[in-house]
């Protein structure tokens, strides 16, 4: 016969493995919740208006389409595993860490609570073409989320469903419509080139003034790094010294810091970034098949970077780099080095008079004063 303390045991046993049970079906029936909501178009929801649920896996992603408010439309399509611009540009190159935070803006979507039904609220939700942001993200083809948000109110982030008939208006969390909010140049890998300046050893420019070439004095170069070790912590040492050539003649005067500051102007930072891009623009509008356009040369002990200046367009300038199709948009630092001519890098001469002549000068030119008259006698 069992005793008191076995008894006691065996409820205990039993009590244990009815919650382990129900423990294990709840996690069952949470998971195939989950697994019915993962990358799937959503379905409208109940009678009762129950909150759409969505949940987006970012690496099941293979394709995002977004039109927000006036900008042209992106679609960005992923391809043996790599990502890349359909329109508006097909073929442009794009940075993936901008691809990476659209996708990841779309992980934590949830829906609260309904604000307003019907397309007559679209406009004062800025939910409406022109106003809103529309993102549809796929998987092989079927829209997993497609979805509108507009603005940020009171109770939050405003959203709705673009597959949503009834025309159900959100307030969301876990995403905001700042991420989306993207033209396409938001989105596109506007790195021109890599250049170390260290690695340039000669620099050759070609403008509608003339003809210039600059070489580097490596031995100075060479000194100048030397004494940099001796310097403060805040005096890099004296710079490269350089020669230069104008129109094949030797330039007299040479100021080396202006040859330094044209490498800095395209290797700041060791790279070249855009500003933009002349997406369409003919090189009549840009300028660039001009006879006259500023071509420069950056040659470096491996090879050399070649791009050519063409128009402005307000403070940018038209440019492509050799070997590459794309037309850029430069910022005002690079595009500054376009038909600058020699006195761009040669100081004028002091006065040959110097300050001493130019105080003598008026004091010479005064007329000399009469002698007083002789006394009567």
């Known amino acids: 016969m069992a005793t008191p303390s076995s008894s006691s045991k065996m409820n205990q046993i039993y009590i244990a493995v009815g919650a382990l049970a129900v423990v294990g079906g709840l996690y069952w029936m949470q998971t195939k919740k989950d697994a019915a909501t993962t990358n799937t178009a959503f379905t409208q929801g109940s009678k009762e208006g129950a909150a759409p649920q969505i949940k987006v896996v970012p690496e099941e992603i293979d394709k995002l389409t977004i039109k927000a408010k006036d900008k042209p439309e992106i679609v960005l399509e992923k391809k043996d595993g790599n990502w890349g611009m359909t329109a508006p540009t097909p073929g442009a190159k794009i940075q993936k860490s901008a691809v990476d935070d659209l996708l990841n803006g779309l992980k934590g979507l949830t829906f609260k609570d309904r604000i307003a039904t019907g397309p007559q609220n679209y406009a004062a939700y800025e939910l409406d073409d022109g106003k809103g942001i529309h993102v549809v993200a796929n998987k092989a083809g079927a829209a997993v989320v497609d979805l509108w948000l507009g603005a940020t109110k009171s109770r939050g982030q405003m959203a709705?469903?673009?597959?949503?008939?009834?025309?159900?208006?959100?307030?969301?969390?876990?995403?905001?419509?700042?991420?989306?909010?993207?033209?396409p140049k938001d989105v596109r890998d506007k790195k021109v080139w890599d250049l170390s300046r260290d690695n340039v050893t000669?620099?050759?420019?070609?403008?509608?003034?003339?003809?210039f070439s600059f070489a580097?004095?490596?031995?100075?170069?060479?000194?100048?790094?030397?004494?940099?070790?001796?310097?403060?912590?805040?005096?890099?040492?004296?710079?490269?010294a350089w020669s230069g050539m104008s129109d094949g003649k030797p330039m007299v005067g040479l100021d080396a810091a202006k040859v330094d500051d044209l490498l800095s102007a395209f290797s700041l930072g060791g790279v070249l970034n855009a500003d933009d891009f002349g997406?369409?623009?003919?090189?009549?509008?840009?300028?660039?098949?001009?006879?006259?356009?500023?071509?420069?040369?950056?040659?470096?002990?491996?090879?050399?970077?070649?791009?050519?200046?063409?128009?402005?367009?307000?403070?940018?300038?038209?440019?492509?780099?050799?070997?590459?199709?794309?037309?850029?948009?430069?910022?005002?630092?690079?595009?500054?080095?376009?038909d600058v001519g020699a006195d761009k890098f040669v100081p004028?001469?002091?006065?040959?008079?110097?300050?001493?002549?130019?105080?003598?000068?008026?004091?010479?030119?005064k007329p000399a004063t009469p002698a007083p008259p002789a006394p009567k006698k």
Not at 216 to 240: F, H, W, Y
């Open 279 to 338: 997406d369409g623009k003919a090189d009549t509008e840009t300028g660039l098949a001009s006879p006259d356009a500023t071509v420069i040369v950056f040659k470096t002990k491996d090879g050399q970077q070649k791009i050519t200046l063409g128009k402005t367009e307000g403070t940018k300038r038209y440019a492509r780099k050799d070997g590459d199709a794309t037309t850029y948009l430069l910022a005002e630092g690079p595009s500054g080095w376009a």
């Open 216 to 240: 580097k004095n490596e031995a100075a170069a060479a000194a100048g790094d030397a004494g940099a070790s001796d310097a403060g912590a805040g005096d890099a040492g004296p710079k490269a």
């Open 202 to 211: 000669a620099i050759e420019l070609k403008d509608g003034k003339g003809t």
């Open 348 to 365: 004028p001469a002091p006065a040959a008079t110097g300050d001493a002549g130019a105080d003598a000068a008026p004091d010479a030119a």
């Open 160 to 183: 709705r469903l673009g597959a949503d008939a009834a025309g159900n208006i959100w307030t969301v969390s876990g995403i905001s419509a700042w991420t989306f909010d993207k033209g």
